[in-house]
């Protein structure tokens, strides 16, 4: 098996920490690891390093090779800008298409997820090969312990096998209620954003459902051949739809299956997402410095500074050298908008 980790994204959500010139990837958000280096951590027991590959943007390689010195300069597939997953994966298979054969395993995983339950999760990799080398598109389900309605849902379908299903159909991010009912049901999982296949699947699945992308893909493959892979794809890449995988491929294809975990996991995919994984105290509040706190619950304070907070409940508050977030814990989604705004004004100097 090989590992394919995605980490090119911008993390908006995290601002004002993740900026575009570290991105919430290349923070260390939980640990004294960045997050990618964790994500290379967790797979290493299984797969070697010389058989991990980072896709990520060109503006973001010097950044991959500062947190991950040892990883061979070949195995970073760049992107000449960010696009979406279906692209990013499409352009990776095709260079790996140069390097292994069609029926080698690979996962896809992102580089900012949160996996406690590192055991579990080697053990369902092995599962996701197996299942993948039967010719499988194999996507990993976590088992839902609330109605979240920030994540989108998988349905199962038939059992396989012990641990693996069909899946019946993929849920977009339901509301309150919606989510309320799948838990109600069962067999419905979050969509973890985690994949399983053999490249040889993969590819005929892209020349199956998303061919613009697979003839992008072999001109670029073109190109590599030609002239290395460092040449400049950048006129055909801007090319490729915009899609995620879910939508290009997995909502499509034949021989899709879930496995439902536990491992533990989250996306980090907010302020309040972290306060969650952190340690508080008996009142509910994390601070990452000294806190003073009278009748305030469930806050989460990131500051370098001796804090005291007063009669204040559910509040995320983030402090960098330029720029302090205040933001109500269940709004922590919206500060996304703070970055669309400052591009809006042209404030680079806090982007």
């Known amino acids: 098996m090989i590992a394919l980790v995605m980490a090119g994204g911008s993390g908006t959500r995290f601002w004002p920490m993740s900026r575009q010139g570290r991105p919430k990837q290349f923070l260390k958000v939980i640990s004294e690891r ?26 973001q390689v010097d950044l991959v090779q500062e947190h991950l010195p040892a990883l061979p300069a070949e195995n970073i597939i760049i992107e000449p800008f960010g696009m979406n997953t279906a692209p990013c994966i499409a352009l990776s298979v095709q260079y790996l298409k140069s390097r ?34 039967e010719g499988r598109l194999i996507t990993f389900g976590i088992v839902p312990d609330y109605p979240a309605t920030g994540y989108g849902y998988i349905e199962a379908g038939a059992m396989i096998s012990e641990g693996l299903y069909e899946v019946r159909r993929f849920k977009e991010k339901p509301d ?14 979050w969509n973890s954003g985690m994949f399983c296949w053999c490249i040889g699947t993969i590819s005929k ?11 992008l893909c072999a001109k670029i493959g073109a190109v590599w051949s030609e002239q290395g892979p460092g040449a400049d794809i950048s006129t ?9 995988i879910d939508i290009a491929i997995m909502e499509k294809a034949e021989r899709r299956c879930v496995i439902p975990v536990d491992l533990g996991w989250s996306d980090v995919g907010s302020w309040k997402a972290l306060w969650e994984l952190c340690a508080k105290d008996q009142q ?8 003073y706190a009278i009748d305030a619950h469930e806050n989460y304070i990131k500051s370098d500074k001796f804090t005291a907070i007063i009669g204040v409940d559910n509040l995320c508050v983030i402090e960098t050298d ?17 970055v669309e705004n400052l591009k809006q004004n042209e404030l680079t100097e806090l982007l």
């Open 322 to 338: 330029d720029a302090i977030l205040i933001v109500a814990k269940d709004r922590s989604e919206d500060v996304k908008l703070v």
């Open 34 to 59: 960045s997050m990618i280096q964790l994500t290379v951590d967790r797979l290493m027991p299984m797969i070697p390093l010389n058989d991990i590959y980072i896709v990520t943007a060109a503006d």
């Open 284 to 291: 509910g509040n994390f601070s990452s410095a000294p806190l």
């Open 205 to 215: 699945a892209f020349e199956r459902h998303m061919q613009p992308a697979a003839e």
């Open 176 to 189: 309150l209620a919606t989510a309320g009912s799948f838990l109600a049901r069962g067999g419905f999982y």
């Open 100 to 133: 292994y054969s069609e029926d080698t395993s690979m996962i896809v995983l992102p580089a900012d997820h949160v996996i406690s339950k590192r055991d579990a999760f080697l053990l369902n990799l092995q599962k996701a090969g197996e299942a993948a080398s």
């Open 236 to 244: 055909l890449y801007k090319d490729m739809p915009r899609v995620p």
